[in-house]
């Protein structure tokens, strides 16, 4: 599909990230070999490290909708801004949540341009990955970016007075596609690890090869699946950083 709008780079402080994180009661249920405790650990630390990429990346405009108090801390001290989701149980929670945060964000920035809706479990995204991806979007009034099996979205960019629901879910890239989106990078080539969420062992095992935030990688090194790479052996200098992000030693 053509650009449909002169080529620019993106005006990051005029854009507003959002993300959506069910109550931790709820999260991630398909995360096998992890108790509760760890669970949760770990879809606050993905978040944190998702949130990081985005600021990164120069959006300084950060908001997470949850029900859940505990995301909400979480938010606030990785420097996003919670939003308690009031729409919860009522039907297409994900899409809902992501409404309830563009209305926000309408609302609190009259100078806002772009959205940027972004999955909340992209441990191993940069920011540069994040940046590249919204140069690549600018000539576009939408953009997505698939997830690594090309049905889902990763994320979402937008203008901002665009009205159409999101299509977060099941076969998302394909109707954010029919809605006028256009898929960037569809041979899925480039930015692995913004492509890369995590909602089973198997993708967290993926991530962990990729690197992975500090945060997250945290969690990895104290949580119970030795068969994720470098977990059996992880101690505080077993990790090395890189460029704010952390790679497990396998």
């Given at each position: 599909m053509p650009?449909?709008?002169?080529?620019?780079?993106?005006?990051t402080d005029h854009t507003a990230a959002i993300l959506a994180v069910k109550s931790l009661a709820d999260a991630k249920s398909r995360l096998t070999g992890w108790d509760d405790h760890?669970?949760?650990?770990?879809?606050?630390?993905?978040?944190?490290?998702?949130?990081?990429?985005?600021?990164?990346?120069?959006?300084?405009?950060?908001?997470?909708?949850?029900?859940?108090?505990?995301?909400?801390?979480?938010?606030?001290?990785?420097?996003?801004?919670?939003?308690?989701?009031?729409?919860?149980?009522?039907?297409?929670?994900l899409n809902l949540a992501m409404a309830e945060g563009i209305g926000a964000a309408r609302r609190r920035l009259p100078e806002l341009r772009r959205v940027l809706l972004v999955q909340a479990d992209l441990p191993a995204a940069t920011g540069k990955q994040i940046l590249e991806a919204l140069v690549a979007a600018a000539p576009h009034r939408q953009a997505l970016v698939a997830d690594v099996r090309g049905d889902g979205t990763a994320m979402l960019v937008r203008d901002a007075h665009i009205g159409t629901?999101?299509?977060?879910?099941?076969?998302?890239?394909?109707?954010?596609?029919?809605?006028?989106?256009?898929?960037?990078?569809?041979?899925?080539?480039?930015?692995?690890?913004?492509?890369?969420?995590?909602?089973?062992?198997?993708?967290?095992?993926?991530?962990?090869?990729?690197?992975?935030?500090?945060?997250?990688?945290?969690?990895l090194c104290d949580g119970p699946d030795p068969d994720i790479p470098g977990t059996a052996e992880c101690s505080p200098t077993a990790c090395h950083r890189g460029r704010g992000y952390v790679m497990i030693d396998r």
């Open positions: 650009a449909d709008r002169p080529d620019h780079r993106p005006a760890n669970r949760r650990a770990l879809v606050t630390a993905m978040l944190a490290d998702t949130i990081a990429a985005i600021r990164a990346a120069g959006c300084p405009h950060v908001w997470v909708v949850s029900p859940d108090p505990v995301v909400l801390r979480e938010a606030a001290d990785s420097g996003a801004t919670g939003i308690a989701e009031t729409l919860t149980g009522t039907g297409d929670g629901p999101t299509r977060f879910g099941p076969d998302s890239a394909a109707l954010h596609r029919r809605d006028g989106a256009t898929e960037l990078d569809p041979g899925r080539a480039r930015w692995p690890g913004l492509r890369r969420d995590v909602d089973t062992a198997e993708d967290l095992v993926a991530a962990a090869a990729l690197g992975v935030g500090v945060r997250t990688a945290r969690v």
